[in-house]
């Protein structure tokens, strides 16, 4: 009987599974390992995805704003793609999740009026007094709401992605566009190679994959999962807003690989 790719992965991670419960030892990396993101670049699928790997497989998992890791540390997830570890001895390596900026500002517009991040309720001085999300709701329209995210969170974490070191050999580079449409899982298996999993535990790496991304049908829309579509900048950004971009982050996207002139804004 043939087995689909993805039926085959989850029956060779049960046996994973049933092996790790009766040796009671944790998977064990040669290398710690990193896992960049940025803000609405993937960072909770991330999250999920990698929490849910180390607890099966006795990794320690930790995430933050990378200061300070603890040396008992396995995986660490960084929201804004810095790590500081308290010790080096033990070699890194990791990946790096980017996002069409474009995409971005608009996943930004939408998630920043409603969500409950305590950061976002902070009354902030250079806002008269409002919170990130007061402010950003007292605009009356979506493409007014844009034009300041653009101006604001969202130029910040546009700065992060186009300063980021691309030529560091220990990181690898992925999209998030590419990422969630990886149904055969094959960029999702060349990322843990990278990260130096174990052949043995690949087909439980592949399902933890599998069940934590949108294609699986099992991730629920919530406030931090609107779409998670790619390209809705087509919809959302109007003339002024392509001309704005241009002029605040010039050849950000052609840096990232999203464009190769800047003929999108026309």
Not at 60 to 65: I, S
Request: aromatic share 12%; proline share 4%; hydrophobic share 35%.
């Amino acid at each position: 009987m043939n087995l689909s790719p993805v039926k085959l992965v989850l029956d060779l991670s049960d046996r994973f599974k049933l092996g790790h419960a009766l040796t009671g030892r944790p998977l064990s990396l040669p290398v710690r390992v990193q896992v960049g993101t940025h803000h609405k670049t993937g960072t909770v699928w991330m999250l999920k995805l990698f929490q849910q790997l180390c607890r099966v497989t006795g990794l320690q998992f930790e995430h933050g704003e990378g200061t300070r890791i603890p040396r008992s540390c396995d995986v660490y997830l960084s929201y804004s793609s810095e790590f500081c570890w308290q010790d080096s001895s033990r070699p890194c390596k990791g990946i790096h999740l980017i996002r069409d900026p474009r995409d971005v500002i608009v996943s930004s517009a939408f998630y920043h009026t409603s969500s409950t991040e305590a950061w976002l309720h902070v009354k902030r001085p250079e806002f008269g007094g409002q919170t990130y999300q007061e402010k950003i709701n007292s605009y009356g329209s979506l493409d007014d709401r844009i034009s300041f995210e653009m101006e604001h969170m969202a130029f910040k974490h546009i700065g992060q992605m186009t300063q980021w070191d691309y030529a560091n050999p220990s990181m690898m580079e992925i999209k998030y566009e590419d990422l969630i449409v990886d149904e055969n899982l094959l960029l999702f298996h060349g990322m843990f190679t990278f990260l130096e999993f174990p052949g043995q535990a690949m087909p439980l790496c592949l399902q933890v994959a599998y069940e934590n991304s949108l294609f699986s049908g099992k991730v629920k829309k919530s406030s931090h999962v609107r779409s998670g579509q790619s390209r809705q900048w087509e919809k959302h950004l109007n003339a002024e807003h392509r001309r704005k971009f241009l002029e605040l982050f010039g050849d950000a996207l052609i840096k990232l690989g999203y464009e190769t002139d800047h003929s999108w804004a026309n």
